[in-house]
């Protein structure tokens, strides 16, 4: 018997391509992240340096700076998410990717202080920001998968080759 086979949804693990997602991923997100943390420096007339990315401290209320930082991730769970409908493209894997961006994170923070990040506001930012880039790239990419699915009376009078 002939094993039918179909181009619409190919669940062959690529792990090549995982990693390049990554990868990619990873970079874009710290570029658009310093690039964001850039413009809200200037407005913070602060020095531009690493620490306001990866130093736990910087992340308060108390200040403006420490506002614009939270601002900052903010933003960039959004701009991730838009990253995530354009790389990705997959509903399923972005809570995968998200968490994955922010496991690393963690990571490199972790390496970065020395010291494992203690402050609740830095846990906090960092669960709200996966969760917003998880949800929105979820509505973004749900919304491209549903594209494709011909729905209503016309779709049945025409033919569709699956």
Not at 57 to 73: K, M, N, P, Q, S
Not at 131 to 149: D, G, N, P, W, Y
Request: proline share 2%.
């Amino acid at each position: 018997m002939k094993k039918l086979t179909g181009t619409f949804r190919n669940t062959q693990w690529d792990p090549y391509l995982l990693i390049t997602q990554i990868i990619a991923m990873q970079a874009l997100l710290y570029v658009s992240l310093g690039s964001i943390m850039y413009v809200m420096d200037f407005f913070a007339e602060a020095n531009h340096t690493l620490d306001h990315i990866f130093e736990y401290h910087e992340i308060h209320v108390t200040d403006l700076g420490g506002r614009l930082v939270i601002v900052a991730f903010i933003l960039n769970s959004l701009v991730g998410a838009g990253l995530l409908w354009f790389i990705v493209r997959r509903t399923k894997l972005c809570l995968d990717f998200s968490f994955t961006f922010h496991v690393i994170h963690l990571v490199i923070c972790w390496w970065y202080n020395e010291a494992f990040p203690s402050t609740i506001g830095w846990w906090m930012l960092n669960a709200v920001c996966t969760a917003l880039m998880c949800v929105c790239s979820e509505f973004l990419c749900l919304k491209t998968e549903l594209k494709e699915i011909p729905v209503g009376y016309t779709a049945l009078n025409n033919k569709v080759d699956l």
